[in-house]
């Protein structure tokens, strides 16, 4: 199992962006999935999830500039982030609470992380 994520970039200040993760190898459910970031000398915090029921979660950050979404017969989730600011400027990575065919529950998997520049 693995996610592949893709769609970062450099934009502006005030500019958008559109983040997509696919999941994909044998496996038997996936639970939330999300994105977090990380900006350099910083930690990992998370940015915004969506339950495999459509429940989203955001942090105070993201409201109202950023949204979630899935597409549960593709195995993808993708942020819209709009209204970007420098201070966004981060690694982004995305995340899913998968349940590989033949394990006996979920774990956490991690992409590799897509690189995203706001310039002011």
């Known amino acids: 199992v693995q996610l592949q994520a893709s769609g970062g970039g450099l934009v502006q200040a005030g500019g958008s962006l559109r983040l997509s993760c696919a999941a994909s190898g044998p496996m038997w459910s996936i639970n939330d999935m999300g994105w977090y970031h990380q900006a350099p000398g910083k930690q990992r915090e998370l940015v915004a999830t969506i339950s495999s029921g459509g429940i989203t979660n955001y942090a105070d950050f993201a409201k109202g500039r950023f949204t979630i979404s899935r597409d549960n017969a593709k195995n993808t989730v993708t942020l819209q982030m709009n209204s970007l600011r420098p201070e966004d400027t981060a690694l982004y990575y995305c995340?899913?609470?998968?349940?590989?065919?033949?394990?006996?529950?979920?774990?956490?998997?991690w992409g590799q992380g897509t690189q995203v520049t706001v310039s002011s």
């Open positions: 995340n899913a609470h998968i349940r590989p065919r033949g394990w006996p529950s979920e774990s956490g998997f």
